[in-house]
């Protein structure tokens, strides 16, 4: 068998144009096809596959990738999650490549993994998982990022409280990579996180992988919690649009507004610097003529107080340019 991988996957990649999957319903073009596909995913053949992969010659190994990525279910992408833990880096890398490639085979397997309460347990009082159970976990939820298939979201939400911080990062990653509404939502609930680390590296997310219409979401988190204020300010410049620019312009203008978000937790020449900035990366004609407008209305004072400062130099290089 293992002489003849070569024209296994001749066969394999043929195999592969000749069925498809749509709505979890696979058409195969004809009854031969689907034959060749069960022999290939049963259970004994995908193990004697996996052995040699890992045993074998590197060339064996990639010529076996391909096979289970062409022709690949979930019996294969079971066999696959049971060795992307392995601590041969190569080994664990081929697993990955091929998890990745399995579309909702692999989803359904590491979804699974994530929903099993058993995989979170943890011996009393620790908040890190035992590495045997972390490198599984670590790598599905890496997996399901890379299928950025949106029903990934569901398994990824069960997880985003869990005690291990690694396990939050890594969900923050995958969100990004998944992208869409239900995964922006969810990296809005993070920005709540405890942890610095983890709520600004979710806010940062909501700017790379959110729209326009996310902007009311991100005003209510940075109305309640200074902590996430300037990460916050940053993402409304991101993510553009009227309402961002219009509740920009608003506390840059609301002595009030402005003197209540930033309490005693956030400086006030670093609002001020993060609002104009953020305005300048919008940086439509109404962006723009709001910087203009509080630049014309510094008194005498101000002027003089901002002369020299991070602020004034900002507002000129953003008017500059335009």
Not at 23 to 38: F, H, M, P, Q, R
Not at 259 to 285: F, H, N, S, Y
Request: charged residues 30%.
């Amino acid at each position: 068998m293992k002489k003849r991988y070569d024209l296994l996957i001749q066969l394999a990649h043929a195999i592969h144009a000749a069925h498809q999957t749509v709505d979890e319903v696979t058409i195969y073009e004809s009854v031969a096809i689907k034959k060749i596909l069960e022999r290939i995913n049963r259970p004994e053949v995908v193990a004697m596959m996996i052995d040699e992969l890992m045993h074998g010659d590197k060339k064996t190994a990639n010529y076996i990738q391909d096979i289970f990525i062409a022709t690949g279910g979930e019996e294969i992408a079971t066999g696959m999650s049971n060795i992307i833990s392995h601590p041969d880096r190569y080994i664990r890398q081929m697993a990955l490549k091929v998890l990745s490639g399995l579309g909702k085979a692999s989803l359904k397997v590491c979804s699974q993994i994530l929903v099993d309460d058993s995989m979170f347990e943890r011996d009393g009082g620790r908040h890190e998982l035992p590495d045997a159970k972390w490198y599984i976990i670590r790598n599905a939820i890496f997996v399901l990022g890379k299928l950025q298939d949106p029903e990934g979201v569901m398994p990824l939400r069960l997880r985003i409280s869990d005690k291990d911080v690694r396990v939050r990062r890594e969900i923050i990653a995958a969100l990004e990579k998944i992208g869409g509404e239900d995964a922006c939502d969810m990296l809005i609930l993070m920005t709540d996180d405890p942890v610095k680390e983890i709520r600004e590296s979710a806010m940062i997310a909501v700017g790379l992988i959110g729209t326009p219409d996310t902007a009311p979401l991100v005003m209510d988190v940075i109305s309640r919690n200074p902590h996430i204020l300037l990460r916050g300010i940053s993402t409304l410049g991101k993510l553009g649009g009227e309402v961002a620019r219009e509740y920009l312009g608003y506390i840059l203008d609301n002595r009030n507004e402005f003197e209540r978000l930033a309490g005693d937790v956030v400086p006030k020449d670093e609002l001020r610097l993060a609002i104009i900035k953020a305005l300048g990366a919008i940086g439509d004609k109404p962006a723009i003529e709001k910087i203009k407008a509080f630049k014309d209305n510094l008194s005498t004072t101000q002027k003089l107080f901002f002369k020299h400062s991070a602020i004034n130099k900002t507002v000129n290089e953003i008017l500059a340019r335009k």
